[in-house]
């Protein structure tokens, strides 16, 4: 693991373990949210939610060291993946992760990047 600034850095498969570690049990996307922010405070990642990258892009959480992480508990494939593709043109995004509940997003892993920067997507076994 890389240290910087006197800590662990956050990467995209830092975050993909911490979520693919836990279960979560969430009636709503709301529920959900949460359930990822405590799982991300309990790995010691810093982030911040509802950021916004620009004028058209808010993303769920951003971690201090730039990845993107956005939930999907709904959503067409193309719509997702255009909206992956604005967070990821960012210069304040270094990857991006996908967290979602749907299999068809599973679809989306082909990519492996976004606009030349890493993508990961995390289904937690929700509705196909």
């Known amino acids: 693991m890389r240290l910087w600034r006197g800590r662990v850095a956050v990467t995209a498969e830092r975050v ?3 979520l693919r570690s836990r279960a979560f049990l969430a009636a709503n996307e709301h529920e959900l949210h ?3 922010e405590s799982a991300l405070r309990y790995d010691g990642v810093e982030f911040e939610r509802e950021v916004r990258l620009d004028a058209r892009s808010r ?3 951003l971690t ?3 990845v993107a992480i956005e939930v999907k ?3 067409a494939v193309g719509e997702v993946a255009r909206q992956l593709e604005r967070y ?3 210069p304040r995004v270094t990857s ?3 967290v979602t509940t749907r299999a068809r997003h599973l679809t989306l892993r082909s990519f492996a990047t976004m606009a030349d920067k890493p993508l ?3 289904w937690l076994g929700g509705v196909a």
């Open 96 to 98: 991006v992760v996908l």
């Open 64 to 66: 201090d060291d730039g």
């Open 120 to 122: 990961a997507v995390v």
């Open 73 to 75: 508990v709904d959503g």
């Open 16 to 18: 993909t373990t911490a």
């Open 59 to 61: 993303v769920d959480f």
């Open 34 to 36: 949460e359930g990822i």
């Open 88 to 90: 990821a043109r960012s």
